[in-house]
């Protein structure tokens, strides 16, 4: 099983609450990632980074902002909750640069819904 | 932009039946190829993936996929499900120039006993 965790697994805030998603990885990898997954749908890419001090914003459109500070952490913020932003968000990490190894490994996932 | 089209959103099979999910990618550039699956109340995990070299691979229990460049498909396919099979199948796409993975919308597997 990969070491990647998230914290917490699940969360139910009021609206206009700021939120942290935690997500943390042991196996030295640079490279990480958020998705966001509603249930029976694609995942879609909202942050990713290739290292510390990194960021790129995904595919899909998001409110969040991430930081990437050490290699391990890659938290996800939300300033301010609404219940739009209700859904699962699945952190993943891959490979060490360079070595070509891009399968990702996912953490367990939040599940996140804003009242 | 790239993009990931998987065929089937919810398959339904008896055991011992034959498995093929359908997935197409829509890339020019070097991809590595990758199908997920994610079991009831489990991460995701890799099942397979190609990066070159025979586009056949197999994958853990039992699975395999083949790569047709051709196609731009990348089918994953196991000769007889178990009930244990039963979860979402994920086909995913890393673009090495993009530096990310596109996903596609999962296929949803329930095997019945």
């Known amino acids: 099983e990969a070491d990647i965790y998230q914290t917490p697994r699940y969360l139910v805030i009021g609206t206009g609450k700021k939120i942290t998603l935690e997500c943390s990885q042991t196996?030295?990898?640079?490279?990480m990632y958020w998705y966001q997954q509603d249930p029976g749908m694609e995942l879609h890419l909202i942050h990713y980074?290739?290292?510390?001090?990194?960021?790129e914003k995904g595919d899909l459109s998001s409110e969040s902002t991430v930081s990437r500070i050490r290699t391990e952490h890659f938290p996800l913020t939300l300033e301010s909750a609404r219940p739009s932003h209700t859904s699962q968000y699945l952190c993943?990490?891959?490979?060490?640069?360079?070595?070509?190894?891009?399968?990702?490994?996912f953490g367990p996932g939040t599940r996140l819904t804003v009242t | 932009a790239q993009s990931v089209s998987q065929h089937n959103h919810h398959v339904i099979l008896s055991e011992a039946a034959s498995l093929e999910l359908g997935c197409n990618y829509s890339?020019?550039?070097?991809?590595?190829l990758f199908w997920y699956v994610q079991y009831p109340g489990q991460h995701l995990q890799l099942l397979l993936k190609?990066?070159?070299?025979?586009?056949l691979v197999k994958g853990i229990k039992g699975f395999e996929a083949e790569f047709i460049k051709s196609k731009f498909s990348f089918n994953l396919r196991k000769p007889s499900v178990q009930w244990s099979d039963t979860a979402e199948y994920f086909c995913?796409?890393?673009?090495?120039?993009?530096?990310?993975?596109?996903f596609g919308d999962g296929t949803t597997l329930t095997v019945k006993p």
């Open positions: 993943a990490s891959s490979g060490l640069a360079g070595d070509g190894d891009y399968e990702q490994y």
């Open positions: 196996m030295g990898h640079d490279k």
């Open positions: 980074s290739y290292g510390v001090n990194s960021t």
């Open positions: 890339y020019g550039g070097t991809v590595n």
């Open positions: 190609y990066f070159s070299g025979d586009p």
């Open positions: 995913a796409v890393y673009s090495t120039n993009a530096g990310k993975s596109t």
